[in-house]
């Protein structure tokens, strides 16, 4: 019989919920610092499969196992999954002809998704017995799965990522002792709970994170002098600085450069670098030198004395040479409080005090809300070539938002520059042109949607033997001052990709190419932007804020040679991760399909449960659906708002849980139909203000920033609670045995919807997903409304 369950059990189960939500974060950390960003995403579908798969145990086995049990496995499963990941090496890069590997991920998944099976099952238990108050142990895992989201970032922040992963076990042992009703049981959990917080604080270093042996810092690692100087982990990024003296990181350096290159320690975030920290004073006679051999130093002879804003600036050698170049004052924007607090604090001096210099000052903000901020306007704005060299093939980063090179980005920045100011983009060459040719055409988007009628005239770009960068003035170039770029490029032996009064003889003297194709590139797009960038082989379309996705360049007629090529290249996923969320997308069908079929299944054979309508199938799919096409576009637009991706999805998460949770307790006060119609509504309201609402809270400090996200999350979150709830008891009176069938379609749906929802991002922007979550949710209403039918 159902029976409304006890105060102190919807307690132990917000407890185990938290958990299982604070393992979520914890282990997306965990994937995007060991192996990129593609595999963190992957914790989002196996999160909501394991639901499904719970459905599936519950109908085959209608009397779950106890509740102290399945908390005592959570926690188990958890330990076993931090040992899998740290001691089954996976190489993500050999899967393409080694099988092993394929088998090795395939246990990855299994580890990583065993908690949240258990905790799912758990919590499907509950909704079980429940029967009609079925809304008060949902709003219960709603509430306690919000909570801990703050408590990941503040464990990682506290602690170190093995440490945070270990709170995550002791939670869901405290939750067994809760649900245990004996006493020697109930002690030896609380006793066992102990212990494992005992390592959250003394974590031995066996249990560390093995990163794999492709990212930049574990190559760094294998110099043979290099040594880990430090190693520490934020709420939102984890920083490691390697000394060696194999380190030298001079992005675009003349070949004519005679300098000796200063010393340099290699910084990281989540693994991925460097970041040269530079051993080079300003006011040093070598800085002026080797200042005046980097392509940024055009700019700085241009525009003597600029005051000068840098983007982007990583661990400060684009300060250091803009500031022997000649620049009066630099603006540095903040994208990451502990690099700055490492360069500050324990490698002030290695980078010769640099934040000390009066000339410098930190911005509060990160880049886009400093280039939207009020203030005196700059000579110069520079996008900083901040990441290493990404060859276009691997396709790892192709999934990373980046709002720093889109349209609306560079329009910002062209705004902020003085009546004679310059606009100064660096990027990496690629063969074929990629990165480099997609900046240009951002950047003629930019100029274009600032009224700029002949782009030409203020445009310059020109290349060494690795990188390209462009510069666009506010006003026209005189003749003077291409002179003085044609002194700068026979100087450092820079090529010229393209100049307003360009003639062919210029072209291609010093880095001599077969075919100057960056220059035949540039000088189409200028052309015709359409036709061109229609044309290339790779996607060059310029990056919006609606569709961040700088790095995303696959085309769908790439396909043939990418698989042409599958494992005879050392690049992964051959040429785009968009073939990793198509594989992903294959996979959480294959599962999703029949964990969401099995259920009723069973049901049809077993007697004395009535079925249900399809309706009721289509009801709960559409929530399923809905819920993720809501979520993953919202994570990732925030991300522009609150500047960094782990903290977007965080509070997005923690608002539209914590949102739900009480949706769904006072869901049997609220009216289905009108409630569903209301969250259409509102997330048809939301895809059209958040551009403008995002852009005008940007220059805020972050207390007026989180204010406004959680103002306009909590209500979409709310209404989104209460459709599930208010559907179990709808489908409690009809069917009560169907409760399972129920919660396995939900979770089946929304492993598919995840990945589906990523996809329709990148192809058609945030905006259309959300459409598409309201429209989910307007076939809910559709299926609600036949059921007295």
Not at 256 to 264: F, I
Not at 300 to 327: F, T
Not at 557 to 586: D, H, I, N
């Amino acid at each position: 019989m159902p029976r409304p369950p006890s105060p102190v059990d919807l307690f132990a189960l917000a407890l185990l919920s938290a958990a299982t939500l604070a393992f979520e974060v914890v282990l997306t950390r965990f994937f995007a610092i060991q192996q990129f960003h593609h595999f963190a995403f992957v914790v989002i579908s196996l999160g909501v499969m394991g639901s499904a798969a719970s459905g599936l145990l519950l109908a085959l086995r209608p009397r779950h196992p106890p509740l102290e049990s399945l908390s005592l496995a959570f926690a188990l499963s958890v330990a076993l999954a931090d040992l899998t990941i740290n001691f089954l090496p996976f190489d993500s890069y050999a899967i393409a002809w080694d099988p092993r590997q394929l088998f090795i991920l395939i246990n990855y998944f299994l580890a990583a998704g065993a908690p949240f099976l258990l905790s799912g099952w758990t919590v499907g238990a509950f909704l079980v017995n429940a029967g009609p108050s079925a809304h008060r142990p949902y709003a219960a895992n709603l509430i306690g799965s919000a909570l801990g989201l703050p408590l990941a970032l503040a464990s990682m922040e506290l602690l170190n990522g093995a440490g945070a992963i270990w709170l995550t076990a002791a939670l869901g042992l405290l939750s067994a002792a809760l649900f245990s009703q004996r006493r020697l049981a109930r002690y030896s959990l609380a006793l066992l709970a102990a212990f494992a917080l005992l390592l959250t604080f003394r974590t031995p270093s066996a249990l560390t994170l093995r990163l794999s042996p492709y990212k930049p810092l574990s190559a760094a690692l294998l110099a043979p002098d290099a040594r880990l100087g430090l190693s520490r982990w934020g709420a939102t990024a984890r920083v490691d600085v390697v000394e060696s003296g194999s380190t030298h990181v001079f992005p675009g350096l003349s070949l004519n450069a005679d300098v000796e290159l200063p010393r340099q320690v290699a910084l990281f975030v989540d693994g991925d670098g460097p970041l040269p920290i530079t051993a080079l004073s300003p006011e040093d006679p070598a800085a002026a030198e080797l200042a005046a051999s980097m392509p940024t130093a055009l700019a700085y002879q241009l525009r003597p004395g600029a005051r000068a804003l840098i983007l982007d600036a990583g661990a400060g050698l684009e300060a250091v040479l803009a500031l022997a170049a000649g620049a009066d004052h630099i603006d540095l924007s903040n994208e990451e409080p502990l690099v700055r607090e490492t360069l500050v604090g324990s490698y002030a001096g290695p980078s010769q005090w640099l934040f000390r210099d009066p000339r410098l000052t930190l911005l509060p903000q990160a880049a886009r809300g400093a280039l939207r901020s009020d203030g005196e306007p700059y000579d110069i704005i520079q996008f900083a070539l901040r990441d290493a060299f990404r060859p276009v093939t691997s396709g790892a980063f192709s999934l990373n938002e980046n709002f720093l090179f889109t349209v609306e980005s560079m329009a910002d920045a062209y705004r902020r520059l003085r009546a004679d100011g310059l606009l100064v983009i660096t990027r990496w060459l690629g063969n074929p042109p990629s990165e480099s040719a997609k900046a240009w055409a951002t950047l003629l988007g930019a100029l274009d949607a600032e009224g700029v009628a002949e782009p030409a005239a203020h445009l310059i770009a020109f290349r060494s033997m690795r990188t390209a960068t462009m510069i666009a003035a506010r006003r026209p170039l005189s003749a003077g001052e291409l002179a003085t770029v044609r002194a700068f490029l026979h100087a450092n032996g820079f090529d010229p990709i393209f100049l307003p009064d360009l003639t062919p003889g210029e072209l291609n003297r010093s880095n001599i190419l077969p075919q100057d194709i960056y220059h035949e590139l540039f000088a189409a797009v200028m052309r015709d932007p359409k036709t061109a960038i229609a044309e290339n082989g790779f996607n060059l379309q310029p990056s919006t804020d609606n569709q961040p996705f700088f790095f995303h360049f696959f085309r769908w007629r790439q396909t043939s040679e990418v698989l042409a090529t599958l494992g005879l290249t050392w690049q992964p996923f051959g040429g785009s991760g968009y073939l990793t969320l198509l594989l992903l997308l294959a996979v959480m069908l294959l599962f999703a399909v029949p964990l969401a079929v099995a259920p009723a299944l069973v049901f049809r054979r077993r007697r004395g449960i009535r079925p249900v309508s399809g309706r009721f199938a289509l009801f709960f799919l559409c929530l399923g659906a809905g819920y993720l096409f809501v979520e993953v576009p919202l994570i990732q637009r925030f991300t522009l708002l609150l500047e960094r991706p782990s903290l977007s999805f965080s509070l997005v998460l923690f608002c539209l849980l914590l949102g739900s949770g009480f949706g769904s307790l006072l869901s049997p006060r609220l009216e289905l139909r009108r409630s569903l119609a209301s969250l259409v509504g509102m997330l048809c309201l939301s895809a059209a203000l958040l551009p403008a609402l995002t852009r005008w809270a940007l220059p805020w400090a972050w207390p007026g920033r989180f204010a406004l996200a959680a103002l306009l999350l909590l209500p979409s979150g709310f209404l989104m609670g209460v459709p599930f709830a208010s559907g179990l008891h709808k489908l409690v009176s009809r069917s009560p045995g169907s409760v399972p069938w129920a919660w396995a379609i939900n979770g089946a749906v929304s492993g598919v919807s995840g990945v589906a929802a990523a996809m329709v991002s990148l192809d058609l922007g945030f905006a259309a997903t959300l459409v598409f979550g309201a429209l989910a949710y307007a076939g809910a209403w559709i299926a609600a409304r036949t059921w007295g039918r």
